[in-house]
């Protein structure tokens, strides 16, 4: 393809780009000179370390319009209870929020996630926009640049940090219990509800470990001590259990991890199967590579649970003291 004919794409692209985050009103009486600036708000109450969430998701956006040659403008609404209504009304074009509260704003459409929890929510009436939002994070979270971004953001700001969480002092208490290092157990927690304690499942599981237990109420497991005292407890049966699956203490803990999420019924099977096939069923990547071969279990999610706790721990113990 000619040169002239790349140019003459890019500058098309831009202008689409533009002409897509601009509010129709303006679209329609300003077509010669459209506004390139995307206004947007960030609302993460209930995430750990906010300034330390919100600063991180700043740079991102940067990053997205740079990509597509925008200005960004950060908007700060005086009441937060009104983001919504800001975004509903057109006073601004994006709103960051996590993918729970997002699941419950009626008219509203929302971007596929990134770092697990965070989504950009539009009105439904941009589902144009969504669509190259979503095309944008998906090559982000394919090519690792979030992750990325955000291991450089914690490193830079890691020296002021101090608390992953308003649960630190029980995470350190039941780790300390377990043998763990606290970060890894906070790590866990976070892939489990996001430190939201009022986190539930569609499968009835509850709190920051997200314990599902028949001899407790609701409102017991909604205690954080209790919640994460019994999902200790898991753990160190699990620990115990796979501590001479795996051929070092590693792969012991990777197999752990796997059990939490999926069941040490489901982790038992895909080691057997292993063995079955002659893979060396002490290695958790090479019990990966036959997962496609065990009956009745997918692992999808059970292999990107495992990577992210571990990418999460990493991340922890670069910038929070142990």
């Given amino acids: ?18 002409a897509l985050f601009m509010p129709l009103s303006i679209r329609k ?8 600036t995307l206004r947007c708000v960030i609302d993460l109450k209930g995430e750990p370390v906010r300034g330390l969430t919100v600063g ?28 919504l209504d800001s975004l509903r009304d057109g006073t601004v074009d994006l709103l ?13 459409i929302s971007t596929i996630p990134y770092r697990d929890s965070t989504v950009w929510v539009l009105r439904e009436d941009r589902g144009r926009e969504v669509r190259l939002l979503n095309n944008w994070i998906a090559q982000m ?13 914690l490193r830079r700001v890691g020296s002021s940090l101090t608390s992953i969480s308003p649960y630190d002092h029980i995470v350190k208490q039941n780790a300390n219990a377990l043998g763990w290092d ?9 892939h489990e509800s996001k430190f939201i304690n009022e986190s539930c499942s569609d499968k009835g599981a509850v709190g920051l470990m997200q314990i599902r237990n028949d001899n407790y109420s609701v409102d017991t497991l909604l205690d954080p001590a209790v919640n994460v005292s019994i999902g200790t407890k898991y753990l ?3 620990s115990n259990m796979f501590a001479d699956r795996g051929a070092d203490s590693l792969e012991c803990l990777k197999l752990t991890l796997a059990a939490y999420n999926c069941g040490e019924g489901n982790v038992l099977k895909c080691i057997r199967t292993a063995e079955d096939l002659g893979v060396d069923p002490t290695r958790w990547d090479s019990i990966v590579s036959i997962i496609p071969q065990v009956p009745g279990f997918h692992g ?15 991340e922890y113990a670069e910038v929070y003291p142990r």
Avoid: C
């Fill in 96 to 108: 960051v929020m996590y993918r729970a509260d997002s699941l419950h704003a009626d008219g509203f």
């Fill in 56 to 83: 991180m998701n700043k740079i991102i956006l940067r990053e997205f319009a740079d990509d597509h040659h925008l200005e960004l403008e950060f908007i700060t609404p005086a009441d937060s209870t009104r983001y």
């Fill in 141 to 153: 979270n394919g090519n690792g640049g979030i992750g990325k971004i955000g291991k450089t953001y």
């Fill in 1 to 18: 393809m000619k040169r002239s004919t790349w140019k003459y794409l890019l500058v098309t692209a831009i202008v689409l780009v533009a």
């Fill in 182 to 190: 606290w970060r890894l157990l906070s790590a866990i927690i976070y």
């Fill in 300 to 314: 999808k999610q059970t292999i990107a649970y495992v990577r992210e706790v571990l990418d999460t721990y990493d």
């Fill in 29 to 36: 009486s300003t077509v010669e000179n459209p506004p390139l």
């Fill in 236 to 238: 160190s049966y699990l």
